[in-house]
């Protein structure tokens, strides 16, 4: 098992910056890759980014070149670096955790979620 916890959400304006942390525990952290997830209301989760176990990282193409996604294997901890943030990118934003060494981009890929954390984008 795996427990994974956001920090980091808030209310910021367009083209504000904030950075999410999300710590995680119970299970052998460099093993797992790690995701970022979104879902604003009324729509589905979406895949924002995710990073795998080498370091490895991927993004949705909305979000490349503004986010960036690392991960500290000495914390347990990843984190999602956001700048320039819209107000389209209001949401809950969620971790995830995959037993796969190179997650993906589906919901599917992932084994363990955290309870998400709320990210306003006022205009």
């Known amino acids: 098992q795996v427990q994974l916890v956001e920090h980091g959400g808030g209310l910021v304006q367009a083209g504000d910056s904030l950075t999410l942390s999300c710590a995680a525990s119970g299970r052998t952290f460099r093993s797992l890759a790690m995701g970022w997830f979104r879902q604003a209301p009324g729509k589905e989760r979406e895949f924002v980014a995710s990073i795998a176990w080498d370091y490895n990282t991927n993004y949705r193409d909305s979000v490349k070149g503004r986010f960036t996604i690392s991960r500290d294997n000495a914390k347990n901890t990843v984190y999602l670096q956001m700048n320039s943030l819209k107000p389209e990118e209001t949401a809950v934003y969620y971790c995830?955790?995959?037993?796969?060494?190179?997650?993906?981009?589906?919901?599917?890929?992932?084994?363990?979620w955290g309870q998400g954390t709320q990210v306003t984008v006022s205009s």
């Open positions: 995830a955790a995959s037993s796969k060494p190179f997650g993906g981009r589906q919901l599917t890929d992932y084994d363990y």
